[in-house]
């Protein structure tokens, strides 16, 4: 359905899940964070991390480990509580906390008395106007005591991480989980009163075919999935040490990945689902996913394509970032050093980027293309990529009209790397990314 231009792929890009990049965070002075919390008027986000699996899969460039000892975990969980009231006790008063969002790892290798304990920390220390409450999950450790407590907190959204059904590929990626297991937990969580469930899935896994993708497309509608993340795997075992375990010559190559994304988007788009982006799908007549993206209100953060409208979205946790207009703030990744920090009451985020006039401009027109595929842009702007932009115009999957640029159909595989070219870091930046489908 899409036709495929290998070098306009040739070059790994970004996924802006923020502008500028975490690849392009350094150290921010001493006081920015504090005075950003301290001016977090209005509509606050709170992400919490919780960086432990039970099982650790191959592929994951998460910041996670394992949840093995006891001690480490009790520890981590101690601090988190410290930070929170730390951070709560910051926030102006007028601070009202609209959607809760917990991931990781994962947060279900907590225990469920323990998540009951975050909430009801949060509860004491910040303003909770009826937030959204939203949760990662690992099906392989689903539990009746899990699905309990998201009943009683009254959690409304849930993301599975299934990646793939098919056998084979699970093992090479080290998530082995029958769809026993996945039927298993979509039944608790519908049980408990969640309304908008998410499947994680991946094409362009070791060994994958296009039939192995239709096959987990097919499983999930039939699940009754509301949202949908169709990620391409990003292999880069050169940032994620653990990625080697996988056999790299068993990868797909570029072309492959690219029809599985075509077929991924097309039989979705004809099965009942609304195109967020590039690769989200939500079920239309209800999903609030699945309505922005129809009013042209999407909008993008660190959890991906959103329909949250708070302008500060506060990371609690190792490693979790925080996003306000002039600032993107990230805590110590290191658990022992976050654990360390935030237990004697200090602030840990010590890394992140003033953002300026300029970054935040740029950043709109990251965001129009990829959330709704269009953006304004100033002459001066204008001027300084038009030349990079005629390879698309000519092949016809971009248009300029006046200053708008927009995507067209054609060019929706495109659109991170349509993107890249109002990244003004990314000349400067010698960190490598993934494949931009």
């Not at 009790?74 to 709560?88: K, N, Q």
């Not at 290798?109 to 937030?131: R, S």
Request: with cysteine; proline share 5%; aromatic share 8%.
């Amino acid at each position: 359905m899409w036709t495929y231009y290998p070098d306009l792929l040739a070059t790994p890009v970004p996924r802006y899940t923020s502008y500028p990049t975490a690849a392009d965070f350094g150290e921010i002075p001493a006081q920015a964070y504090r005075e950003a919390l301290e001016s977090a008027h209005g509509d606050v986000s709170l992400y919490l991390h919780i960086p432990f699996c039970e099982q650790i899969c191959f592929y994951c460039g998460c910041n996670t480990g394992r949840a093995n000892r006891q001690h480490r975990l009790a520890s981590y969980l101690e601090a988190l509580h410290t930070e929170i009231a730390t951070v709560g006790a910051l926030l102006p008063s007028d601070a009202r906390v609209r959607r809760i969002s917990f991931g990781g790892g994962s947060p279900n290798a907590i225990a469920p008395a323990d998540m009951l304990a975050l909430i009801d920390a949060l509860a004491t220390h910040f303003d909770l106007d009826a937030p959204i409450l939203s949760t990662e999950l690992d099906p392989r450790t689903m539990s009746p005591d899990w699905a309990d407590a998201i009943g009683k907190v009254g959690f409304d959204r849930a993301s599975l991480g299934v990646q793939t059904f098919a056998t084979h590929c699970q093992e090479a990626i080290g998530r082995v989980q029958g769809e026993d297991i996945i039927v298993r937990s979509v039944d608790w969580l519908r049980d408990a009163g969640v309304t908008s469930l998410n499947f994680d899935l991946m094409y362009g896994l070791p060994g994958q075919g296009g039939q192995d993708l239709l096959d987990s497309l097919q499983r999930t509608r039939a699940l009754g999935a509301d949202r949908i993340a169709l990620f391409g795997y990003a292999h880069v075992p050169h940032i994620v040490p653990r990625q080697r375990a996988i056999d790299a010559s068993k990868l797909p190559g570029q072309e492959a990945r690219f029809a599985m994304a075509g077929l991924g988007y097309g039989y979705l788009c004809t099965h009942g689902y609304t195109p967020v982006g590039f690769d989200h799908f939500a079920r239309p007549g209800g999903d609030p996913l699945a309505a922005a993206a129809l009013a042209g209100t999407l909008g993008r953060n660190f959890q991906g394509f959103t329909d949250d409208t708070a302008r500060n979205l506060i990371g609690l946790g190792a490693s979790a970032i925080s996003s306000f207009p002039g600032l993107l703030a990230q805590n110590e990744k290191n658990s022992g050093r976050y654990r360390m920090r935030a237990s004697q009451g200090l602030l840990s985020a010590d890394r992140g980027i003033l953002r300026t006039a300029q970054d935040r401009y740029r950043a709109s027109v990251i965001e129009g293309l990829l959330c709704r595929g269009r953006a304004r842009l100033g002459a001066k702007l204008m001027a300084q990529v038009r030349g990079a932009l005629t390879l698309f115009i000519d092949r016809g999957l971009v248009s300029l009209d006046d200053d708008w640029l927009t995507i067209l159909p054609e060019g929706l595989p495109y659109a991170r790397t349509v993107a890249a070219h109002f990244d003004s870091y990314r000349s400067i930046s010698a960190r490598q990314f993934s494949s931009a489908v």
